[in-house]
Nanobody
Framework: QVQLVESGGGLVQAGGSLRLSCAASGRTVSNYHMGWFRQAPGKEREFVAAITRRGGSTYYSDSVKGRFTISRDNAKNTVYLQMNSLKPEDTAIYYC?????????????????WGQGTQVTVSS
């Protein structure tokens, strides 16, 4: 089992940047594919980005491709989401999640472990 804690959220103006961190404890994070999801008020949780166990492959939703970058440091048991050129529509609670499956998934129900989330608010 792994415990996840997100940090780095906050209020930023449109066009600005934020870097989210997801610190893992318990089992080492290298055992899991890792993903970031977000949920805006009144909307379903949506996939943002994911990275394979050793960081060899990354995947992004079309809405963030080219603006966000997911990375991981398995030695620090931490996953990151660098968010640049932020837009008001990026406003949401951002969640880090761990997927123990063999094949990386972009679907929330495939992820077994979740953090508590961190709020990102982008003002226009």
């Amino acid at each position: 089992q792994v415990q996840l804690v997100e940090s780095g959220g906050g209020l930023v103006q449109a066009g600005g940047s934020l870097r989210l961190s997801c610190a893992a404890s318990g089992r080492t994070v290298s055992n899991y594919h890792m993903g970031w999801f977000r949920q805006a008020p009144g909307k379903e949780r949506e996939f943002v980005a994911a990275i394979t166990r050793r960081g060899g492959s990354t995947y992004y939703s079309d809405s963030v491709k080219g603006r966000f970058t997911i990375s991981r440091d398995n030695a620090k048991n931490t996953v990151y989401l660098q968010m640049n050129s932020l837009k008001p529509e990026d406003t949401a609670i951002y969640y880090c999640a761990a997927d123990p499956s063999i094949i990386l998934s972009r679907v929330a129900y495939e992820y077994d472990y979740w953090g508590q989330g961190t709020q990102v608010t982008v003002s226009s």
